[in-house]
């Protein structure tokens, strides 16, 4: 009898499984032995998955099939079909030399590596469980009816929840306000990535359709006008009537700890009907004209209208917008960015116009600009601008719940309640059942939140010519330990997001700027900014702010627009497999723009189209033009089927300003450069400004043994319209200084004297500075784009005077030489085209001003000297390079009877929020016949000269549009005027 029960026993266990466990020591090799061998040999192609290891081998006999089990880091690179059919195939192949008709699946995270695969990425066999709910039918929370645009290949009435870094916070335990990362690299954790999202990022979401939510404060405006529906600037008929349980309430010039301004005040209220159209009018005294992000705020009721009209009235006009007031109520919703002139009828109007019969319009408040920060810490403010504060102070102001949201920790460590509160606050805005982990039956603002995105750099320091690199985490199991979302879908959503964001990102970098950027770990890890939200998340680490090639290349604006754009790329190819909608990219923006008179006042607009190499959906479809008068703001643009447009009718001594974008059905572009043109009412001929003034760059850098850093002294270099995220200039250049505190953090500290400036860039509209003092003197001008130009869309020979904008234009070259060989170095002054076109209309008699920065220096900008270029200046311009960074101030005076000898002005070298600065002047030296006119004040260098005989020249070291007054610009073109047309 024991004979056969051993037998028996014997018989079960070779005909059962066995598990094999990485930990148990076994004498003779098993197979699964030797595979665990082969594998950490790296004799397998995959055995190079880093920090990969086999947890366990389970080989179940009966069924004829190994489950091989690794852990968490092999899933950490990218799955596609074809990495896991070669994963597959290679064990199926090990295997089958010893266990040939066993089948073989292969696990990470306890998921098969095919579930792996982002959807996205598969051409079948499309995962459903990991997609919403099919989406019922929604109404946009904002749409801007004036413009009537409805991408849906794009982004149309997707909801994207998006924040930048950490912020300005107070730490209860020094008393003290604080950044929550060092400052490096003439930049912080807390901006640098800012100066991603707020010019780039989030205007490419909004331009595709998307209404995007920050919670932090997006206005860089640091004036601040907020009407309250009590206030004296709001005016309603009779017919409104006053809720005064909740709403908003003004509250002077801070507000303690935990204090909601929304619960304390009031709104107004109306049933619509058909018979009337009733409205609210905000009248809006603003204290200074300039650009205002626009806000208003309501409540949601029941019965609320979802069709509620705001008429915004701005210098370029009005823009209508339609309000969803079923969702979103009591807090700010943001409408746009406007121009508002000081003194002008500015206001916004609530109307009843389009709401249905007996619904409830509601209204309480109307906010324009950021402003400072208003959230009492111990007793005293920030004293910092809302843009650069924390989350946590932000969310307070906009009335976001204190205890499910932004008070975690109990009002004593701001830092968490900082990155916590981020993912609560999506969750607060989606509502029930998604509502933030204290009460997920919260309900929230009722919007429905698509996707969330947070997004830092990293610290890290690589010891090669090598970036850090990008990582990218998300999270498969939420605050409630599940793996689904509470609307019962699955987070592995998170993982297919992720990746998503991480390949745009790293494709696109190595396709344009470095062929070896690194892809870091695709990490599934607790992080609560990609944890606690309760829709599909990521948290994003783009590169290193300690490591100074990846801060290279992050203060590029280039880089930013274009890693912007991957990102965008990535949240519409993502949401176009949740929610089943064939994607199209935006298109990039047009060139070759140029005006073209064609009539005594009639123009003719004309530009090319530009495809994108990465992207072959990005086709321009349409375009559209948009106008602004004199300094007014633009208007709502129209729409134009072809590449140009003819305009007449245009009324004497009035400037035109146009920009145009290219839409197509994905979304609309990044505008163009702003071309003007203006008509005097006399006989004397128009002329002509080429705007050739393009450059967008890092500043100087050098890279020495152990010595590396940013050096402004050199060239500050040129932001992108504007930068929000310079502190200071850099002081530790040493390498082998290493970080002690965030308060002495080694090589790369910078100072902090700049840190909540804004600080103009290049905003490619110097047309209209120079148009303005041209009309002023009696001349008519159009304006042209110096591609334009090359490309022969302009025959130079029909103008009689040209004016070349060359600004801080000079030869400037990428982070990396693989963009020099593959894009070629960028804006050169001198190029052939331009020496050609330039010689021959000044052979033929023309006259040229010609003004900026680097006339002369940029004939030396690389090792070896451009002798066509030097010979063309000293030959045909008549000027010399007399020293670079001649002066520090921008004071000059007159010489040679140029201007009236009492006549002094300036130009702007240092940085402000207005214009950008000239901080390296030319001093040009007059030659072969010229004269020098106007000389540098601080050390009497030539800062400008004049030639004039069979044609004639005057050229500036210095740019004309920095000249500091409209009076000084005009009195000095007269002068450029009467000596180069002879009046």
Not at 8 to 30: G, N, P, Q, R, Y
Not at 122 to 140: A, C, Q
Not at 826 to 838: D, G, H, L, R, S
Not at 897 to 908: K, R, S, V
């Amino acid at each position: 009898m024991k004979n056969i029960l051993v037998f028996i026993i014997l018989v079960l266990l070779t005909t059962s499984c066995s598990i094999f466990d990485v930990s148990e020591h076994k004498e003779k090799l098993s197979v699964e032995d030797i595979f665990i061998k082969s594998f950490n040999s790296k004799e397998l192609n995959y055995s190079n998955f880093p920090y990969s290891v086999i947890d366990s081998i389970k080989i179940d006999s009966s069924k004829k099939i190994i489950d091989i089990s690794f852990n968490k880091n092999f899933s950490t690179v990218p799955l596609r079909k074809e990495n896991v059919d070669s994963i597959y195939n290679e064990t199926q192949k090990f295997f089958n030399s010893y266990l040939p008709d066993y089948s073989v699946n292969i696990f990470s995270m306890n998921k098969n590596l095919r579930e792996l695969i982002p959807n996205f990425y598969r051409k079948n066999n499309i995962d459903k469980y990991r997609l919403p709910k099919k989406l019922s039918t929604r109404t946009p929370i904002v749409f801007n009816k004036s413009k009537n645009l409805k991408y849906k290949n794009g982004l149309f009435n997707k909801n994207i929840a998006l924040w930048h870094s950490h912020g300005w916070y107070y730490n209860h335990r020094l008393n003290r306000w604080l950044w929550q990362r060092a400052r490096l690299f003439q930049t912080v954790e807390d901006l640098g990535p800012m100066s991603f999202t707020l010019p780039f990022l989030v205007p490419m979401l909004e331009n595709a359709g998307a209404n995007v939510f920050i919670p932090r404060e997006r206005d860089t405006q640091l004036n601040e006008v907020i009407v309250d529906n009590k206030d004296d600037n709001f005016s309603a008929g009779r017919k409104w009537k006053l809720d005064e349980t909740i709403g908003f309430k003004q509250f002077g010039k801070s507000i303690p700890a935990n204090y909601n301004p929304f619960k304390y005040g009031s709104y107004s209220y109306i049933k619509a009907n058909k018979k009337n159209i009733f409205e609210a009018v905000y009248q809006l005294n603003i204290p200074e004209s300039g650009n205002y992000f626009v806000s208003v705020s309501y409540q949601a009721l029941e019965n609320s209208s979802d069709s509620v009209l705001y008429s915004v009235y701005h210098s370029g006009g009005k823009t209508d917008f339609i309000i969803n007031q079923k969702i979103g109520g009591g807090t700010w919703i943001y409408l746009g960015n406007f121009n508002f002139k000081l003194n002008n009828e500015n206001k916004v109007i609530v109307s009843t116009k389009l709401a249905k019969e007996n619904e409830v319009i509601t209204t309480d408040a109307v906010r324009l600009g950021g402003g400072y920060g208003v959230v009492e810490r111990n007793g005293k403010t920030s004293g910092r601008p809302k843009f650069v504060e924390a989350a946590r102070y932000y969310l307070q102001f906009c009335g976001i719940d204190d205890t499910l949201v932004y008070n975690i920790n109990g009002n004593e460590n701001d830092y968490k309640d900082d990155y916590q509160s981020r993912g609560e606050w999506v969750n607060y805005l989606k509502g029930s059942p998604s509502g933030p982990t204290k009460n997920r039956n919260a309900k929230g603002l009722m919007l429905p939140i698509d996707a969330s995105i947070a997004f830092h750099s990293d610290a890290g320091i690589s010891k090669s010519d090598t970036t850090i690199g990008t990582l990218s985490i998300y999270t498969i199991n939420g605050m409630d330990t599940l793996d689904i979302f509470p609307e019962n879908y699955s987070r592995l959503a998170n993982r297919d997001f992720a990746d998503i964001i991480q390949t745009e990102i790293v494709n696109d970098i190595r396709a344009k700027y470095d062929p070896i950027w690194r892809r870091r770990q695709l990490r599934e890890a607790q992080y609560s900014e990609s944890t606690r939200p309760n829709v599909p998340s990521v948290l994003l680490e783009l590169a290193s702010h300690q490591n100074f090639l990846d801060a290279k290349f992050m203060a590029d604006p280039r880089f930013r627009f274009d890693v912007s754009r991957s990102i965008y790329k990535a949240v519409l190819k993502f949401l176009s497999v949740q929610h089943n909608f064939n994607y199209i990219v935006q298109p990039l923006p047009i060139d070759n723009f140029t005006i073209h008179q064609i009539g005594q006042n009639k123009i003719k607009l004309s530009w090319e189209k530009v495809s994108d190499p990465l992207e072959p959906t990005a086709e321009a479809d349409k375009y559209i033009v948009y106008t602004s008068i004199d300094s007014n703001g633009f208007d709502n643009g129209v729409i134009v089927d072809s590449n140009y447009l003819i305009i007449d009718n245009l009324d004497y001594n009035k400037i035109y300003n146009f920009k145009i974008t290219a839409i197509n059905k994905g979304g609309e572009s990044f505008p163009s450069e702003t071309l003007s043109c203006g008509f005097a009412k006399n006989s004397n001929p128009t002329l002509l400004i080429v705007n050739g003034f393009d450059r967008i760059s890092t500043p100087a850098h050098i890279n020495l043994d152990n010595y590396s850093g940013f050096i402004n002294k050199i060239d500050e270099g040129v932001p992108y319209q504007y930068d929000i995220s310079f502190t200071g200039e850099q002081f530790n250049f040493h390498e082998k200084s290493k970080w002690k505190t965030d308060d002495t953090p080694g090589h790369g500290a910078s100072y902090g004297d700049y840190e909540t400036n804004v600080i103009a860039g290049n905003t490619f509209n110097y047309p209209y500075l120079h148009g303005k003092s041209i009309l002023g003197n009696g001349y008519s001008f159009v304006s042209s784009s110096d591609e334009a130009i090359m490309n022969n869309k302009v025959k130079l020979n029909n103008f009689k005077l040209i004016d070349f904008i060359f600004g801080e234009e000079k030869t400037t070259k990428w982070i990396k030489p693989y963009t020099d060989s593959l894009l070629g170095i960028q804006y050169k002054i001198y190029t052939k085209e331009f020496i050609t076109k330039v010689t021959d209309f000044l052979n033929n008699g023309g006259n040229l001003f010609i003004s900026g920065s680097y006339l002369g220096s940029d004939i030396y900008s690389l090792k070896t000297t451009d002798t066509t270029a030097k010979n063309f200046v000293l030959k045909l311009l008549k000027f010399k390079l007399d020293s670079d960074h001649a002066v520090k101030n921008g004071k000059i005076f007159p010489t040679n009877n140029f201007l009236a000898d009492t006549i002094t002005f300036n130009f702007i070298t240092e940085m402000n929020d207005k214009m950008y600065n000239a901080e390296a002047p030319d001093a040009l030296g007059a030659v072969n016949g010229s004269k020098t006119i106007l000389r540098y004040n601080e050390n009497h260098y030539s800062a400008g000269i004049a030639y004039k005989d069979n044609y004639g020249i005057i050229a500036f070291g210095f740019p004309f549009e920095t000249i500091e007054t409209n009076s000084s610009r005009k009195a000095v073109m007269k002068s450029i005027l009467n000596f180069l047309l002879g009046e």
